[in-house]
Every structure is written in C-alpha cells, then in structure tokens.
C-alpha cells in the first residue's frame, strides 16, 4: 500500500488534495474500485474516473476533481508506465540452478543467476549477474548473457549468442538459427553454411515466437534499446539500429541496415541489402524495395513516400466513377457521330 504523497514523489508529481489517501490498487476506471489509482489522459477518460469508485486520479491536463485526489504529472502516460511496477512488481527468482538443468563443466554461471528446470547450458556459456533463465531453455556454445537480462520458457539461443544488459526474450524465441543461404549447384540448392552469430546489445526486448538468425559469416546486430514484437522474423546479416520499433509479422530480409528511431509496423516486409534511414516509419502492411531516407514516412506496397501512396490511393477510390464516366462519353460520341452521319 502506498499513499497519494509517496507516488506522487516517486512520480516528481503534485498531490491535489488528502496526500495520506491509501491507495491500495491500480484499475482502469470502468474496473476501478475503492482505494485504486486510476488513469486519465483526456477529458472524456476524466469524467468515467470521477464517475468511477477509484480514490485517486492520475493526470497531467488542465482537469480538477472535486471529489477525487489528484496526482498531476508532466506526463500520464510516461507516469503510468512508471507506477504499475510499484502495484504489480514482477516476479522474482531466486539464485542457484535447478538439479534438472544439464550445464557444461565449462560453463560459467554468477552465484546471483537463476537458471530454471530442463534448462542446458552449452560448453563455455557466461550467464552474468541476476540473469534469469526460467526454464526448458537451450542455450548454445560460447554464448554469453549478460547482467539482469531475463529469458522466458523455451527460448533457444544457437551457439555464440551475444546477448546484454536488462535484456528480454519472450518465450518460444529462437536467436541464431541459420540464415536461408543456398546456391543452386548442379542443380540442387546446397546450403551456404553460416557461421556468423547474433549480437543483441543492452536494454533490447524481443517477443514471443521471434526469429533472429545468425549471419553467414558477420553477425546479425539489433541494437540498444530496440524492441521486437512477437512473430517477427529478422534474416542473416541484418543491423538494426538503436530504439528501434519493429511491430508484430514484420519480416526484414538479410544484409538490410535499419537507422536508429525506425518504426516498423505490423506486417511490413523489407526487401534485402536495404537501407532505411534513422527515425524512417513505415505503415503496416508496407512492401518496402527501395532504400528508405532518414525521417521519411511510405506505405503502400510496393512502399513509396506516403503522400504520393496517399495521392494513388485516392486516384484509384476515383477510378469506378471515372470509368462510368468515360463510358457515358463514349456513348455521347457515338450518338453524335451517328447524327453527323445522318445529316
């Protein structure tokens, strides 16, 4: 239980109103119930939460309750991001590894690391302070994972794994499986083999049922603080810059390089051996073929600049009626032209 004070410091917010109110919950306002904190960030969220059973409201516009205390902040949504932890702290895992898990006598695992059952752990593996694997997890060969990151069930990292700081990985993901090389010989495909790795760097987080594959001979790179929906595949050799977005079903194909502060949504492709530029955004279900420039907006597939895409989006809502219309002309034409002849 905290009070209204102390999440309002922890949130450097202000209290309007009984500082001391418990608050015992967190709850939207149609769910809210006495003692929680609910969440407001516009005028119509405001007006259910003062409606709403909830003690306290967090907000950061010009609003003012006369009967609920309220916390304001400089930011509502940033400072519910912030006080959920404080009412749903995760869970936590005790240090030591499970008697089930098979670790290689070469391997080297912090005293703080948690390693959970039917895990195995590969031949010179490095598991860093706090990290936590939480069970049927494979991790491969000269693989590292470093400090506080967190592993969930079933997650599979292929040998020489490079994974850092506060790192997530949801589960059922596979980093470093193979990249699809394949030269036709002789008429057969025969597999190019790919002996680079993955490197995903601090502060990365990766959804469930993820693809990254190694590289064929460099690495496949996802830079610092970028985070990976669920059911995204990223090919060999791929560079993915630093705070990137990459939305659920998108799939980058190999040797593209993404820029820092790119968004990907849902369902976009790239096409290989790209270029797409920092803080680029392309729209769901986007084609990307061409290189990309920095800061620039395109949907459409194939992808183009978003106002030209918008601009042949409309021309073809237009194209039904623009038909009619044509053939209502032609019809004119022929009318006139079998009165011309006539006369």
Same mark, same amino acid.
């Given at each position: ?101 098979? &670790?290689? #006598?070469? +391997?080297? %695992?912090?005293? =703080?690391?948690?390693? @959970? ?5 590969? !031949?010179? *593996? ?54 699809f090389g394949y030269v036709v010989d002789a008429g057969v495909h025969r597999k190019i083999p790919q002996v680079g790795q ?47 977005? &990459?939305? #659920?079903? +998108?799939? %980058?194909?190999? =040797?593209?390089?993404? @820029? ?5 949504? !849902?369902? *976009? ?75």
């Amino acid at each position: 239980m905290f009070t209204a004070a102390e999440i309002a410091r922890e949130l450097n917010g202000q209290v309007e109103g009984d500082g001391s109110t418990p608050l015992t919950g967190f709850a939207p306002a149609t769910a809210a119930k006495a003692g929680d904190l609910t969440f407001a960030e516009n005028e119509l969220f405001f007006a259910k939460a003062e409606q709403s059973a909830a003690a306290a409201i967090l907000i950061d516009g010009p609003f003012k309750s006369g009967q609920k205390v309220v916390l304001r902040v400089a930011n509502a949504r940033v400072a519910f991001a912030r006080v959920l932890p404080l009412f749903f702290p995760e869970q936590t895992f005790g240090a030591g590894i499970h008697l089930s898990a098979v &670790v290689a #006598a070469s +391997a080297q %695992i912090d005293a =703080s690391a948690h390693v @959970g059952p039917h895990c195995v752990i590969g !031949g010179k *593996v490095k598991i860093g302070p706090r990290a936590v694997l939480r069970g049927g997890n494979h991790v491969g060969d000269g693989s590292t994972i470093a400090a506080d990151s967190h592993i969930f069930p079933n997650v599979v990292l292929y040998n020489q794994t490079q994974i850092g700081q506060r790192v997530r990985i949801h589960a059922g993901a596979v980093i470093g499986g193979d990249g699809f090389g394949y030269v036709v010989d002789a008429g057969v495909h025969r597999k190019i083999p790919q002996v680079g790795q993955v490197i995903i760097h601090d502060d990365v987080e990766i959804g469930a049922n993820v693809t990254i594959d190694r590289g064929a001979l460099g690495p496949t790179v996802i830079g610092k603080g970028t985070k990976i929906d669920n059911l995204v595949q990223i090919a060999h050799n791929v560079t993915i810059g630093e705070n990137c977005l &990459v939305i #659920a079903q +998108a799939g %980058i194909a190999g =040797s593209t390089k993404l @820029g820092n502060y790119v968004t990907l949504a !849902g369902q *976009v492709g790239i096409t290989g051996h790209l270029k797409i530029g920092d803080q680029a955004i392309i729209a769901a279900q986007s084609g990307v073929m061409n290189d990309v420039p920095e800061k620039a907006k395109w949907l459409g597939s194939p992808a183009q600049p978003d106002r030209q895409a918008k601009r042949q989006m409309i021309a073809l809502q237009q194209l039904p009626e623009l038909i009619r219309r044509v053939k209502e002309l032609e019809k004119e034409v022929k009318r006139n032209a079998g009165k011309a002849k006539a006369e």
